[in-house]
Each structure stands twice: as structure tokens, then as C-alpha cells.
């Protein structure tokens, strides 16, 4: 018997939700697979020599991105307090991309080595971080006109079930002030 009332349906799971579990799952099984047809053919201190280079070059790697991040960051710093302008220096780009590409390395497994091994490689990342930059733009062009600041407003604004609620918030029943000479607050205004 049913009362006539509507059950409300749960929200769609997105693709991602879905899929991205399932594909480090199947990541997962395919490393330990393929460590094990390695050890047979090569032998289990191969394999294990080959995880051991592979974590100590991904520390190196990390090590020295890291190192030329904070370079960077100091350079830019001293010319920003001397009151130089910013030259268009581009040595410290791709660190973001060389530290996944060591993380990558430390992880145990051929496949993730693989792909840090392929991050390690200037045009690699020079092309990835192409890719990556006109994806960001293109997505914030695509959330809303304006600058940054615009699209975190955007963000702050809408409510978990997606209405969006635009105005301000004006109190009538404010409480007495303490310095009576001073009359109500202007609105704010953006």
C-alpha cells in the first residue's frame, strides 16, 4: 500500500565519484601484477632493487624541485621588497609537475615509475603544463566573467542545493548602539 507521497531520490553520484575509485582499484591489482611477473622473470631482489632506486631517485627529485621552488620564491620576494619589476624568468615552472613526477617515483610500483620517469622529461612537462593552464582558463571563463575574486564570490553564494541567492541582509531589529550620535550602518555595496 502506498500513502501517494513522493519519496525524495538521492542525488546523482558524478562520473568522477564513480569512476575514480574503480580506476585506482584497477591501478592497484595491475602494479601487483605486474611486480609479479617481473619477480619471476628477473627475481624478487631485482624487483625490490628497482622500488628502492625508484624511492631514493623520487626523493632526490623532490628534493631539488623543492629547492628550486623556495629559490624562486625568494628571488621574487627580494624584488618585490627592492621595488624591481618581476622579470619574466621561467626557471622555476614545471616544479609542480617534477614533484608529482618524484612522488610518482617513491610510490612502489613499475607503472607509477614509469610515469614519473616520463614527468622527469622538460618537453613532457612543458607540454602537460600547457594542457593544464588552458583547462584552468577555460573553466574560469567558463564559471563566470570576470577575475578570480569574481568566481570565489560566485562560489560563496550558492546554496548546497544548487538555488543561488543574491542580495544583502538588512536588520530591522538592530540592537541599541552605545554611541547614540552615530546613526545606522550604510549598506554594504561591491
Do not use: C, Y
Not at 548546497?160 to 540592537?175: F, I, N, S, T
Amino acid at each position: 500500500m502506498t500513502t501517494g507521497a513522493t519519496t525524495p531520490t538521492a542525488p546523482r553520484r558524478s562520473r568522477a565519484r564513480t569512476f575514480v575509485p574503480l580506476g585506482i582499484a584497477a591501478w592497484l591489482v595491475l602494479e601487483i601484477w605486474l611486480l609479479t611477473v617481473v619477480a619471476g622473470a628477473a627475481g624478487g631482489f631485482t624487483v625490490f632493487a628497482l622500488l628502492v632506486a625508484g624511492g631514493l631517485l623520487g626523493a632526490v627529485v623532490i628534493k631539488r624541485a623543492g629547492r628550486r621552488a623556495f629559490r624562486s620564491l625568494s628571488e621574487t620576494l627580494q624584488r618585490q621588497q627592492s621595488g624591481t619589476a618581476p622579470a619574466e624568468d621561467r626557471s622555476g615552472t614545471g616544479n609542480g609537475f617534477l614533484m608529482l613526477g618524484g612522488l610518482l617515483l617513491m610510490l612502489p610500483g613499475l607503472i607509477s615509475d614509469a610515469a614519473g620517469l616520463l614527468l622527469l622529461v622538460p618537453p613532457v612537462r612543458t607540454a602537460l603544463g600547457r594542457r593544464a593552464e588552458r583547462s584552468l582558463e577555460r573553466r574560469m571563463r567558463q564559471a563566470t566573467p570576470g577575475s578570480l575574486g569574481d568566481a570565489f564570490q560566485q562560489a560563496r553564494i550558492h546554496r548546497p542545493d544548487g538555488k543561488v541567492v543574491q542580495g544583502e541582509v538588512v536588520r530591522e531589529d538592530a540592537p541599541a548602539r552605545s554611541h547614540p550620535e552615530q546613526g545606522p550602518r550604510p549598506p554594504l555595496t561591491s
